[in-house]
């Protein structure tokens, strides 16, 4: 599977993502510039983590309106696959790719902590190779992920099965105690209604490794190299 | 808009701008004539006791600067050493006390934005930052204002540049509470044969200007860095930078392509006093001169003057010597990164610094004048009142009637407990290198594409200091080292950010003087070349002086990363065993200072060879995969590091409590015991399977040492002889640990 890691002005995760990609599940890799249009020779598109432009305006604001984002929805149509972790999911969110919101954390601070995540849809080609109600362990490092969106689109969120990952204890347990942000619904990560493009707040590539404290992040990867198919194309399920 | 007139330049003026009337005799004598305004504003900056460390030059030849391993000394913008497999390591620590006092949010932000751009000008790409904070009591209003401020600007700061935080720590005492220290420690990694130098070679080769635009925030920042407070400390807040981690990541980016390429011959950060030092200290490097012209530096705000171009602290900024031709390559690359990359000058010969303002000369002056800073070997002797307090005997106090109380007293202790509310606001992980959180003894990066991985930690103890500054001093050394080999990691060089208060008084100056002997005395013993650091005098605020504080920062070196060890105990049935001499003190400890509210007493003896072979006997068993625990007894004694070790695995690690057995040695009073203070000491868990192997270990190793008991329960006990004087259940202990500092903040 090839991959492709969007570098914006001021991302900082895309070498997390390059080094995983590419030294840890062994795919090929390469880092596309935000000014690129041209993704042709990409099955999947990730948008990593950090501050595009700063996140002066708004966290993902500036990014969501650049060229190689505007390139994504003719990426997405011919079949690619779109992941957005931390600022990545800040900016699907903003360029509408996503529906809803992500905003200032409840706490008003900067969290970077280890949180669980309850998977509540393995229909997906990031989550097929996860089981309905499996606890995941992943670090998040932001100032604004607390998801929002109005009651219709929450609503909806939730009869299209597009909530992927909810926030939950190490049980699995979606609790007040176990958000670390003020997300509504302990939501953690959604996915389009096409099961194309993922946002999440947590960071998969910190926990790619067992030297960095789990592997639970891997399991997104594998998901996605066990969703292509032998003539190249994906599975739709 | 009409350009500002120039004040005529008088020694009242001189004297305004914080030279003396020797001083400004002096650059009259170089000169042989009066300087130009604007020339007297270069003076003013580059002999500021910030850039030109007047007060400390003597004192600091005393550093033991040279090793093996030694790529870079002090001098640069930061030290390397070498780590092997064709990689170096390049760190450096820096205060920024007096801005974040005036301005916690911004001072503290601008703090670690001068220090990231040392490390990466340098060639390397940052990997870890540590900040050493020092506040006042956190039950004042006002100190936690300053401390929330602070830990948000580190917080914003280093978050969006994309620098994970890894360690650092943070003390109270009220001597800080009017001049809190804000120290920050870098760390960066880049190819041994690639490390670039703040050099202006090569007659002829363009001066790039590139970066963020010059405006007039930050101007007179090292001559207010020079000087010590009053009650309008607040309206200097102007002269607080401001700054942008956004430009400072595409700096960041921009700098490392362009040495990639090829097209730097040297560079160096803007940081204090702006254009004026690095005009002037890249050519004084290379014996070169330099010819600029200030029209054409990018400039946010109109009208600004040549002396406010030169002076100005805008951030996010650096000094290009480029190579002659490869100009449109430089500004190719920066023009993908969306910033400025202009030309303003020229390496020049004759060792002269030429300064044109739209064509007019503003400034025309020897480069050596500017680097010829008077040195001053000032007096300085023993306060009288030491003495007395040194012959305090804490032993005249009376005993607690509960050693348990008085445990969950000392871990709830704002300098002791857990210090989570601030590192949870720091990203810990961006680079996936960081293999131990912050919260151990000492933070362990990996080395990407080798086994290796560094260990750092940064230690200082400002009333051990304050009471002994010699053997204080030493102690920060071998604390941090220590702190390094509880890690599994050799030490391998210093870096020393000194802090303390006005050295025009003979006191201060006695404690500085002594404090530098101390740490050349570590670090000569435990062979660890000091190769940068920063010295920040005149932390006073109408004449109170904080307590006399040198942070020592250490990096080590771990050749397998998968042998690396932790504070915390991981299971029950382990053998627990205490490294190291029984002699400890009261004097000077966190205990006297929770418990009685006493600054007071003498030191417990450092024996250096002791420290090292104790050192050297934990890496041994770490190294062996003997030891599955081991940490250093610092603050709070013996008893607050077993406690530490029973309950801190489940902040840092999400792990259970382990609780623990032990019997202590009837060795002078129980509360000296527990909670006395005393170096070389090192608390360990091994594997019951492997007890023989340690044992002959440490008979190899020749150090004291004995075994205190075993692992296992929920309960912390301790007995003396037959008695039991700690009972206390691990959730009450970790609660107390974990609250003491936040209770403060929430």
Same mark, same amino acid.
């Given at each position: ?23 840890? /599940?062994? *795919? ?186 789990? +592997? ?22 | ?57 003597? @004192?600091?030849?005393?550093? &033991? ?8 000394? &002090? ?30 949010? *911004? ?18 790409? &940052? ?71 703040? !050099? ?13 635009? +010059? ?18 400390? $607040? ?11 956004? +430009? ?23 940081? #204090? ?10 050519? %004084? ?13 990018? *400039?946010?705000? $109109?009208?600004?003057?040549?002396? $406010? ?16 031709? !490869? ?38 002056? &020897? ?24 012959? @305090? ?57 080798? !086994? ?21 001093? %030493? ?19 210093? +870096? ?70 932790? *504070? ?70 013996? #008893? ?62 020749? /150090? ?43």
């Amino acid at each position: 599977m090839r991959f492709g890691v969007v570098v914006f002005p001021g991302t900082w995760s895309d070498c997390d993502f390059h080094y995983v990609i590419s030294e840890v /599940i062994r *795919q090929p890799v390469k880092y596309v510039w935000h000014r690129d249009r041209n993704l042709d020779d990409l099955d999947c598109v990730v948008l990593p983590g950090g501050f595009s432009y700063g996140d002066y305006l708004r966290a993902g604001a500036v990014a969501g309106r650049s060229p190689v984002v505007e390139a994504l929805p003719e990426f997405l149509a011919r079949g690619g696959l779109v992941l957005g972790s931390c600022n990545g999911f800040q900016i699907l969110c903003e360029a509408g790719l996503l529906p809803g919101a992500l905003m200032r954390n409840e706490c008003l601070q900067y969290r970077c902590q280890s949180t669980h995540l309850v998977v509540e849809n393995v229909e997906t080609p990031f989550t097929r190779a996860l089981r309905p109600g499996q606890v995941l362990q992943m670090p998040i490092s932001h100032g604004e992920g607390k998801y929002h969106a109005d009651v219709e689109t929450v609503r909806a969120l939730r009869q299209r099965n597009q909530i992927v990952f909810r926030y939950a204890t190490a049980e699995g347990k979606v609790t007040k105690a176990a958000n670390p942000n003020g997300s509504i619904d302990n939501i953690a990560g959604i996915i389009n209604e096409e099961g194309t493009v993922l946002g999440l707040m947590p960071h998969p590539e910190r926990a790619a490794e067992s030297a960095m404290g789990g +592997t639970d992040g891997l399991l997104l990867f594998h998901s996605l190299l066990g969703s292509l198919v032998e003539d190249g194309t994906f599975s739709k399920r | 808009m009409t350009p500002a007139v120039e004040p005529k330049v008088t020694l009242d003026l001189a004297r305004s701008l914080g030279l003396t009337a020797d001083e400004y005799d002096r650059v009259i004598k170089r000169l042989g004539r009066e300087p130009s305004y604007t020339e007297l504003g270069l003076f003013s900056a580059l002999w500021s006791e910030h850039c030109a460390y007047k007060h400390s030059k003597v @004192f600091l030849r005393r550093l &033991p600067q040279s090793g093996r391993r030694v790529l870079q000394g &002090p001098g640069e913008n930061a030290g390397a050493l070498d780590i092997g497999e064709g990689w170096a390591v390049v760190f450096k620590i820096e205060s920024h006390n007096h801005p974040s006092f005036i301005e916690p949010f *911004q001072g503290a932000a601008t703090g670690v934005g001068g220090i990231l751009r040392d490390i990466f000008t340098m060639g390397a790409r &940052p990997i870890a930052l540590l900040d050493s904070l020092r506040f006042g009591d956190p039950a004042d209003p006002r100190t936690r204002r300053l401390i929330d401020g602070v830990v948000s600007g580190i917080s914003w700061y280093g978050n969006c540049f994309g620098c994970p935080t890894v360690g650092g720590e943070i003390a109270f005492a009220p001597e800080y509470a009017g001049n809190p220290l804000v120290n920050v420690m870098c760390v960066g990694l880049v190819r041994a044969d690639r490390i670039f130098r703040a !050099r202006a070679e090569g007659v002829g080769n363009p001066v790039f200007y590139v970066g963020n635009k +010059t405006g007039r925030d930050g101007i007179h920042g090292a001559t207010m860095a020079s000087a010590t407070f009053d009650e309008h400390a $607040e309206e200097r807040r102007p002269t607080v930078q401001v700054g942008d981690p956004f +430009t400072e990541k595409l700096l960041l980016e921009a700098c490392l392509e362009a040495m990639a390429s090829g097209v730097v011959v040297g560079i160096q950060d803007m940081g #204090a006093a702006g254009l004026a030092c690095c005009t002037s200290e890249m050519p %004084a490097r290379s014996g070169t001169g330099m010819v600029v012209e200030l029209g054409a530096v990018p *400039q946010r705000e $109109e009208g600004m003057t040549a002396y $406010e171009l030169l002076l100005s602290e805008s951030q996010e900024r650096m000094l290009i010597v480029a190579a002659q031709g !490869r100009e449109k390559a430089l500004q190719e690359i920066f023009a993908k990164w969306e910033l400025d990359a202009v030309s303003i000058g020229q390496v020049s010969d004759g060792g002269d610094l030429v300064v044109r303002h739209r064509g007019d000369e503003v400034a025309h002056v &020897p480069i050596e004048a500017l680097a010829e800073a008077p040195v001053y070997d000032k007096p300085f002797a023993a306060p009288a009142w030491l003495i007395e307090r040194q012959a @305090f005997d804490p032993l005249s106090l009376a005993e607690p009637t509960d050693y348990g109380e008085a445990l969950v007293e000392l871990l709830a202790s704002p300098t002791i407990a857990s210090k989570q509310w601030a590192f949870r606001q720091y990203d810990q992980q961006v680079g996936i290198n960081t293999l131990v959180l912050p919260g151990s003894d000492a933070a362990v990066l990996r080395v990407k594409g080798t !086994r290796r991985a560094i260990a750092v930690s940064t230690d200082g103890n400002g009333r051990h200091v304050f009471l002994d500054p010699r053997r204080g001093a %030493a102690l920060a050394v071998c604390e941090a080292a220590r702190n390094v080999s509880c890690a599994g990691a050799e030490p391998l060089g210093v +870096t020393d950010c000194l802090n303390f208060g006005s050295p025009e008084r003979p006191d201060i100056l006695w404690q500085f003087a002594e404090a530098i002997e101390g740490i050349a005395e570590a670090c000569r013993a435990l062979e660890l070349p000091v190769v940068g650091g920063n010295v920040s005098l005149y932390n006073e605020t109408s004449g109170a002086a904080i307590l006399p504080t040198p942070v020592i920062g250490v990096v080590g070196l771990l050749e397998d990363a998968g042998l690396l060890a932790t *504070q915390w105990f991981k299971g029950a049935d382990e053998r627990i065993a205490l490294l190291g001499p029984d002699a400890v003190s009261l004097g000077g400890s966190e205990y006297l200072w929770t418990r009685h509210g006493q600054l007071a007493g003498r030191l417990a003896p450092l024996d250096l060879e002791t420290e090292r072979r104790v050192q050297a006997a934990v890496r041994a068993a770490i190294g062996a995969g003997l030891v599955t625990a081991a940490h250093d007894c610092a603050e709070g004694g013996l #008893a607050v590091a077993l406690a530490e070790a029973c309950v801190t695995g489940r902040e840092m690690a999400g792990r259970g409590m382990v609780g623990c057995e032990v019997t202590l040695p009837q060795d002078g009073r129980c509360d000296q015991v527990l909670f006395g203070e005393g170096p070389s000491r090192v608390v360990v868990a091994v594997d019951a399977s492997r007890q023989r192997e340690f044992e002959a270990l440490m008979a190899e190793s020749a /150090i004291p040492w004995r075994w205190l008991g075993v692992t296992g329960g929920d309960r912390v006990r301790v007995r003396m002889g037959a008695i039991t004087i700690v009972d206390l259940g691990v959730d009450r202990v970790e609660h107390a640990w974990r609250n003491g500092f936040e209770r403060h903040m929430a």
